[in-house]
């Protein structure tokens, strides 16, 4: 019993011996990479590809340079902004103070409209654009509560030319807008002078009217024309010496009139 427990004993020591003894005998091979040869890569990696990569590099700090010289300089960029950016300013001031000078000296007025406002538009919807500022206009002049003379060129074709006879144009944008009998502008201009402060000085000194900007005509609907009530509307009238229609002499090409009520 005892040699048997010796027996085991042993044959374990020699299992560990011999494993021990193995990895002993083992051949150690040496580092495939040893320091002297990991230097030798280094550098004949630095002496090889270090002048292609430099050469890279050189060339596109080239590129970048060229690019850089051919943009302007953010200084410059800013001073040519600053430049324009004053420009326009100083002229739309110039502007703004002739527009709010005393107009004796403008060269386009419209006579017998000293007391008044008068804006060309039109009613028509055909172009939105034209109709928005027309109707933007009207809101901002209403708004003053001052006697306007609202003359629609869709209505009455008379009016058409008298605003280019005025202007001395063959064509002109609308609306187009008169106070106190000189010419101001379109609706750009009307829009920078409200929000300038501008327009209320220019039409400083206008009467008031006594009802509201919001009111509208009871004759007209603020359409400011009504049907003749000469021919109803139809342009023609019976005269008893020729026997035979003529043309109402009273209405315009629609059969129209201006509104006596809100127009005189």
Same mark, same amino acid.
């Given at each position: 019993m005892y040699g048997s427990d010796d027996q085991k004993s042993s044959s374990i020591y020699n299992r560990s011996y011999t494993i021990n003894s193995a990895s002993t005998d083992f051949p150690v091979k040496p580092y495939p990479y040893s320091s002297i040869? /990991?230097?030798?890569?280094v550098k004949k990696v630095s002496d090889s590809s270090f002048d292609s990569i430099k050469g890279k590099v050189r060339a596109l700090c080239s590129i970048f340079e060229a690019r850089k010289?051919?943009?302007?300089s953010s200084d410059d960029s800013q001073s040519q902004t600053k430049l324009?950016?004053?420009? !326009?300013?100083?002229?739309?001031? !110039?502007?703004?103070? !002739?527009?709010?000078s005393p107009y004796e000296s403008a060269p386009i007025r419209l006579p017998g409209t000293e007391d008044r406002v008068v804006i060309y538009f039109? !009613?028509?919807r055909g172009i939105r654009r034209t109709y928005e500022d027309c109707y933007a206009v009207r809101m901002i002049l209403k708004f003053f509560r001052v006697h306007i003379d609202e003359r629609d060129i869709s209505m009455d074709s008379s009016y058409r030319k008298e605003l280019l006879s005025v202007l001395g144009e063959k064509q002109v944008s609308l609306p187009q807008v008169f106070i106190k009998g000189n010419y101001i502008g379109g609706a750009d201009v009307i829009k920078q002078l409200h929000e300038t402060g501008q327009l209320a000085k220019l039409l400083k000194g206008l009467p008031v009217r006594a009802i509201g900007p919001w009111q509208v005509c009871d004759a007209c609907g603020d359409v400011r024309f009504i049907p003749c009530a000469n021919c109803s509307g139809s342009k023609k009238v019976f005269d008893e010496d020729e026997d035979q229609l003529i043309r109402c002499p009273d209405c315009?090409?629609?059969?129209?009139? /201006?509104?006596p009520t809100c127009c005189s």
């Amino acid at each position: 019993m005892y040699g048997s427990d010796d027996q085991k004993s042993s044959s374990i020591y020699n299992r560990s011996y011999t494993i021990n003894s193995a990895s002993t005998d083992f051949p150690v091979k040496p580092y495939p990479y040893s320091s002297i040869q /990991r230097t030798a890569s280094v550098k004949k990696v630095s002496d090889s590809s270090f002048d292609s990569i430099k050469g890279k590099v050189r060339a596109l700090c080239s590129i970048f340079e060229a690019r850089k010289a051919s943009k302007p300089s953010s200084d410059d960029s800013q001073s040519q902004t600053k430049l324009k950016s004053e420009k !326009s300013f100083s002229s739309s001031d !110039s502007k703004l103070s !002739s527009l709010s000078s005393p107009y004796e000296s403008a060269p386009i007025r419209l006579p017998g409209t000293e007391d008044r406002v008068v804006i060309y538009f039109t !009613s028509l919807r055909g172009i939105r654009r034209t109709y928005e500022d027309c109707y933007a206009v009207r809101m901002i002049l209403k708004f003053f509560r001052v006697h306007i003379d609202e003359r629609d060129i869709s209505m009455d074709s008379s009016y058409r030319k008298e605003l280019l006879s005025v202007l001395g144009e063959k064509q002109v944008s609308l609306p187009q807008v008169f106070i106190k009998g000189n010419y101001i502008g379109g609706a750009d201009v009307i829009k920078q002078l409200h929000e300038t402060g501008q327009l209320a000085k220019l039409l400083k000194g206008l009467p008031v009217r006594a009802i509201g900007p919001w009111q509208v005509c009871d004759a007209c609907g603020d359409v400011r024309f009504i049907p003749c009530a000469n021919c109803s509307g139809s342009k023609k009238v019976f005269d008893e010496d020729e026997d035979q229609l003529i043309r109402c002499p009273d209405c315009n090409e629609n059969g129209l009139i /201006r509104c006596p009520t809100c127009c005189s």
